[in-house]
């Protein structure tokens, strides 16, 4: 039939038309236009650069992300409560902030006598399993707060307060297996 047979293009530079006709209607065969094509190279690129690195470049998922911030609200709520029984100092030297600001206080205050791995000098060694005074969290916050003023182990409650106190010894715990 002569309208389904290839029409020829009516202009030089006009696009062919197509060989179909449907209800009387004929179709140019068209190039997809570029801001077509580019949208769909573009999402194809998207999405293997997203896959790349959600998958394979161990960038935090989102559950980790979401356990870490409820893990620093929690010690921060605990903080804050300035309850610092055994549990709660232990949460807190798990928490990667304030073993962070407890670091800081150590490399500032306490490094100078314990040594810049807890290793001890004029101090004791404050990261293997022997207290002289007690290693349970609460027992080691005492030792911290009011010192052992005669060998030598200044009081630092006064100085450094409650939290920078708590955040000193959970640096301390962070060296030391949780129960
Ligand atoms: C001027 C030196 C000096 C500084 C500074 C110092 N300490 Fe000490 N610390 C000592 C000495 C000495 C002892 C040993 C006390 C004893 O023999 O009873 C000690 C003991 C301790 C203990 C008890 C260890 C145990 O075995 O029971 C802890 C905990 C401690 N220090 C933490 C700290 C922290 C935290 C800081 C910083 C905020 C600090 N110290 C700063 C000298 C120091």
């Not at 800081?104 to 002289?132: E, M």
């Not at 630092?156 to 301390?172: C, H, R």
Request: aromatic content about 8%; overall charge neutral; glycine content about 8%.
């Amino acid at each position: 039939m002569s309208d389904h047979a290839p029409q020829p293009p009516q202009k030089p530079g006009e696009d062919p038309i197509r060989p179909h006709v449907f209800d009387g209607i004929q179709e140019y065969d068209k190039r997809l236009p570029n801001w077509w094509l580019f949208t769909l190279y573009g999402t194809i690129a998207f999405a293997i650069v997203y896959w790349m690195m959600t998958q394979h470049f161990h960038r935090p998922d989102d559950g980790k992300q979401v356990a870490r911030a409820v893990q620093e609200l929690r010690a921060a709520k605990l903080a804050a409560a300035g309850a610092y029984d055994d549990a709660a100092l232990w949460t807190m030297s798990r928490t990667d902030s304030i073993v962070a600001s407890g670091q800081a206080t150590y490399q500032t205050t306490c490094v100078s006598c314990h040594g810049d791995k807890l290793q001890g000098g004029i101090g004791v060694n404050l990261a293997d399993s022997t207290w002289i005074h007690g290693g349970k969290p609460t027992e080691i916050m005492k030792t911290v707060t009011e010192g052992v003023l005669v060998k030598g182990m200044p009081a630092w409650g006064p100085v450094l307060g409650p939290k920078k106190t708590a955040e000193v010894v959970a640096f301390i715990l962070s060296k030391h297996a949780a129960p």
